[in-house]
Structure formats: C-alpha cells, structure tokens
Nanobody, 126 residues
Framework: QLQVAESGGGLVQAGGSLRLSCTVS????????MGWFRQAPGKEREGVAC????????NYLESVKGRITISRDNAKKTLYLQMNSLKPEDTAIYYC???????????????????WGQGTQVTVSS
C-alpha cells in the first residue's frame, strides 16, 4: 500500500530556511516523477516543484524559482525540498506526491487519490 510521510516543517521568520523531507513506501520510487505541493488556508492545492526520475529535469512554480530547490535520493526513497528566503506567502501545508512534470505544470497523478500524506506545516512570520 502506498504511504508517504512528510516532515521538516516549522515556524520560521521571513528570510529563513527549511528543508522538507518525504519518505515513500509501497511504490517503486525511482520509477516515478515526484512533486511537492502546498495548500494554504482557503486556497486550492498547488504544485510547487517537480523532479524526474534521476533529477535531470526539474520544474518550479514561478513564485518560488530561485528560492526553492527540489532533489531526491532514490536509494533512500526520499524526496527533499530546500526552501530559502522564505516569505509569509509560502505559509501552507506541504505535501509530496507522484506527479506529472512539464513546463508550467506540476500535477499529482491519479494514483495518489486516497493516499496523500498528512503533510507538514510551514509557517513563515513577517
């Protein structure tokens, strides 16, 4: 059974940094493109970043480019999101998921339905 577990969130001041991690089981991790998503209060979930199987292709939401870096360790079945220069508008619950990734798009795969993790809360104070 597919399971994902996100961690690493917290409360930081604007300009601070956090590194999120996501471990995945029940799925052949290195067969899948992976992505990070976030959902702020009262807003739809949006794709933040995605990465292909070996890290050779990455795509980012325009508003986070230059501040956030996605990476993966296939041996550890772990996805990472390094977030620097954080802004209050980055405040959200962050989730990871198997994804489709292309220019201007980060979409969760249908197989994630019913299997989203709890997410990890990121709060950035001004």
């Amino acid at each position: 059974q597919l399971q994902v577990a996100e961690s690493g969130g917290g409360l930081v001041q604007a300009g601070g940094s956090l590194r999120l991690s996501c471990t995945v089981s029940g799925l052949t991790f290195d067969d899948y493109v992976m992505g990070w998503f976030r959902q702020a209060p009262g807003k739809e979930r949006e794709g933040v970043a995605c990465i292909d199987w070996n890290g050779g292709y990455k795509n980012y939401l325009e508003s986070v480019k230059g501040r956030i870096t996605i990476s993966r360790d296939n041996a550890k079945k772990t996805l990472y999101l390094q977030m620097n220069s954080l802004k209050p508008e980055d405040t959200a619950i962050y989730y990871c998921a198997a994804a489709a990734c292309g220019p201007g798009t980060v979409q969760a795969l249908d197989l994630m339905k019913g299997y989203w993790g709890q997410g990890t809360q990121v709060t950035v104070s001004s």
